[in-house]
């Protein structure tokens, strides 16, 4: 049991990291319609800043990570407002294609900008220490860096939701997500909408981007694995609704370490290798026969 | 001679025979399999001068994973640009041929034809299974899960064994060194060019082209969407398996757990960014685009010392012109030069109707 626990705890942090990255790319894909590529790499940018802050400026890492968010914020603003509105003949996949190339040019940047060096770059946690619990007479600890991952992921993504339902503009949002030539004509500036989730999508990407750092050391590629992770929990969910995303993304690194600690409680610790080729062959089974993902609505296809 | 002549323009003779001649060879010449071959014949010149060190060494080198590269391309500009179907599997399915050929001619010192064999086979069932997934999901959700399952791949190639190290590359029985892979890339090149070009113009290039524009339609006319999208998915999996049997032998080592490496999603990025640059139903675009997007780099920069410098700036660069492509110019580079084609001739004609006037041949 304790074991058990002990596998749950380390995966408390990939948990926020892969639920805020999927939230981003929902909150895009539901208003601009596109998948955006270059998510990950704008969440290295804005780790960059933050690291610059903390080692550069001396910055304590609460005053550190908002400069990060307002500089990614700024970053995905623009992508949106210079390069998506004035694409002469940008439909949804070149919108994808145009995220790609933008990450090229942001991994190209970022050595510009932050220097070449390749060292790694050390990189505060929020809290330092762990704190442990007696179960069953075994010991379960839980670090408290995971722990305030926990509360910032679900304080934030609380209040995304709660704004999403019950403020103005959560409605321009779900009107613009449910067809945007028409919220245009409702008077919704549609502009403005989706210049707002790019944004937020950015910004909650620079909040995963500085969870992973406890995780891996900081590169312009470090965040892909997570990337590639919220997007499959993105179809596993289902685009239809905001909440459907959030689960898979609980669901897909729990799923993961589940069969890592069932291969080890089984004799078959090797397993652990495997654990995400299993997950995502899961996944794709489970999409195979619910291609609108687990909690996703019905499409009526117009011939 | 003359009875072959007589058989085939009957009585006609003397200008009047030499014309239709003319035509008749200016008719075959204009058949695009004449230019895959003088582009092959072009490459393997240059691949002769630089093995032997008359040109520049690293040309041939950065020219051989280039085309290598582009063989996975143009079976992408194939998947897209012909049947309509997104996927950003490319770097998964590169990994096939990568392990057949270190497991079968590697390890099991087996013949190239084996090793050929066995990525086109494992190539053909990933390729069903991801055209039966196909009929169930469209659109970006299938480049998504193209992606899960390029992700699976790699997984799958570091749990099985992620450094690899292969340098006994041998054909008919003869050891090819480095330096001359760019002849066995080219070769492989110019025929997958030729095989793509062929299956365009034929009634299942047609097929592809009808389920693009709108598969409704299609399946009225009596194309079943089920055989046309495995084959699509079957053909560009296994060009990109026997791009990554080249790479393989032309790099002679690969990393799965490289972020960067041939598996990774970069490369599949990469690919759908070379044939969208080129256009994405154009043969020779997509060879453009793979030059652009990885010759470049070996090829040009790299013999300017601001870039040795600098290398980032070309990705930077290489960036910068898949978005303003994208932005601009839709139909990739393909579309410029036709364009480009055109106002060249429309200028040839007023500068002829300037010279003779108006309503002039």
Redesign the interface.
């Known amino acids: 049991m304790a074991y058990f626990l002990n596998t749950l705890s380390i995966t408390l942090t990939p948990v926020c990291i892969t639920v805020l990255a999927a939230m981003a790319i929902t909150i895009i894909f539901k208003t601009s319609y596109t998948a955006n590529f270059a998510q990950a790499v704008i969440a290295s940018f804005g780790a960059y800043v933050v690291a610059a802050g903390l080692n550069k400026a001396g910055l304590s890492i609460w005053i550190a990570m908002p400069l990060g968010v307002l500089a990614a914020v700024a970053l995905s603003v623009f992508i949106d407002v210079v390069i998506f509105r004035h694409g002469r003949y940008v439909n949804s996949l070149g919108k994808q294609i145009i995220t790609m190339g933008l990450t090229s040019v942001i991994v190209a940047a970022i050595p510009l900008i932050f220097g070449a060096s390749q060292e790694i770059i050390p990189f505060k946690k929020f809290i330092d220490g762990n704190l442990t619990f007696e179960v069953g007479g075994e010991l379960v600890s839980v670090t408290k860096n995971s722990l305030v991952c926990v509360a910032i992921t679900v304080a934030v993504i609380a209040a995304i939701f709660i704004l999403l339902k019950y403020s103005k503009w959560g409605l321009s949002v779900r009107a613009t997500a449910s067809n945007e030539y028409v919220a245009g004509m409702m008077g919704i500036n549609t502009h403005v909408v989706t210049a707002v989730s790019w944004g937020l999508a950015g910004a909650l990407s620079v909040l995963a981007a500085c969870m992973t750092t406890s995780i891996y050391p900081l590169n312009a590629y470090f965040m892909s694995n997570y990337q590639v992770n919220a997007f499959l929990a993105c179809i596993l969910g289902g685009f239809a609704t905001f909440h459907g995303p959030v689960i898979a993304a609980i669901i897909i690194p729990v799923a993961s370490s589940l069969v890592t600690y069932l291969g080890n409680v089984a004799g078959a610790p090797e397993l652990s290798g495997w654990s995400m080729v299993i997950v995502y062959g899961l996944s794709l089974l489970v999409i195979f026969f619910l291609p609108q993902g687990i909690i996703g609505g019905k499409t009526v296809k117009k011939v | 001679m003359n009875k072959f002549l007589r058989q085939k323009y009957g009585l006609l003779d003397g200008n009047a025979r030499n014309r239709r001649i003319t035509d008749d060879m200016r008719r075959a010449l204009a058949n695009p399999i004449w230019h895959y071959l003088l582009f092959g014949v072009v490459i393997l010149v240059i691949g002769f001068l630089s093995s032997n060190r008359i040109i520049s060494y690293s040309l041939g080198t950065g020219l051989a994973t280039t085309f290598a590269y582009a063989i996975a391309a143009v079976g992408f500009c194939l998947l897209m640009g012909y049947s309509g179907l997104?996927s950003l599997g490319t770097g998964g399915f590169i990994g096939i041929g990568t392990y057949s050929m270190y497991y079968i001619m590697g390890e099991a010192k087996l013949p190239f034809i084996v090793a050929l064999a066995v990525a086109i086979a494992v190539a053909i069932v990933i390729g069903v299974i991801v055209g039966?997934?196909s009929l169930?999901?469209e659109?970006?959700?299938l480049?998504?899960?193209t992606?899960?399952?390029s992700?699976?791949l790699r997984?799958?190639y570091?749990?099985v064994k992620d450094s690899l190290n292969f340098n006994n590359f041998k054909l008919f029985g003869i050891a090819i060194p480095n330096r001359a892979m760019i002849y066995v890339i080219t070769v492989t090149l110019v025929i997958v060019m030729i095989i793509t070009h062929n299956l365009i113009v034929s009634p299942t290039g047609r097929a592809m082209l009808a389920m693009k524009n709108s598969t409704?339609a299609a399946q009225a006319m009596g194309i079943s969407l089920m055989k046309y999208r495995l084959l699509a998915f079957v053909i560009c999996t296994i060009y990109a398996s026997v791009s990554g049997l080249l790479l393989m032998a032309a790099t002679r080592s690969a990393m799965a757990s490289n972020?960067?490496g041939f598996y990774?999603?970069?490369t599949s990025?990469n690919i759908?960014?070379a044939v969208?640059i080129g256009g994405t139903r154009s043969i020779w675009g997509a060879l453009v685009g793979t030059f652009i997007m990885y010759g470049l780099q070996t090829v040009v920069f790299n013999k300017i010392p601001f870039f040795q410098r600098?290398p980032?700036?070309?990705?930077?660069v290489?960036?910068?012109?898949?978005?303003l492509v994208?932005?601009?110019y839709?139909g990739g580079l393909a579309q410029l030069l036709a364009e480009i084609k055109n106002g060249v001739k429309k200028l040839h004609k007023k500068i002829r109707e300037g010279k003779y006037g108006k309503d002039v041949g």
């Open positions: 997104a039966f997934i169930r999901i659109g970006i959700y480049a998504i899960l992606l899960g399952l992700e699976i997984q799958l570091v749990a409704a972020t960067t990774a999603m970069v990025l759908l960014a969208i600098n980032v700036i070309i990705t930077f290489s960036g910068i012109l898949v978005v994208v932005m601009f839709p």
